[in-house]
């Protein structure tokens, strides 16, 4: 059986060792089971970090530009629109 008082304690966590132990030894049984998979085949990253978000080149962006969007505005300065001052 683990360490159940230990692992609680290591956690900061107050359980009771007669009736949270079942669930423990089956957690830990889950972990044991994930352990022995084969995860030799798995590619790893090698600089450690994900990137998410990769978008193939041969998908055509269609967002309109800040110059699309200064040729329809009225004034435009500094990468923002100009509105009329409304409240004085």
Known sequence: M???KKIASLCKIAVDE??????LEVIFG???????????SVDFYE?????LNEVPDQIKDDR???QDIQKNAPAFSFDMFQVPKMVE
């Open 2 to 4: 683990f360490p159940i």
């Open 47 to 51: 600089d450690g970090q994900m990137t």
């Open 64 to 66: 309109p530009t800040i």
């Open 30 to 40: 889950w972990i044991d089971q994930l352990q022995s998979i084969d995860v030799s």
């Open 18 to 23: 007669h009736s949270f132990g079942k669930d």
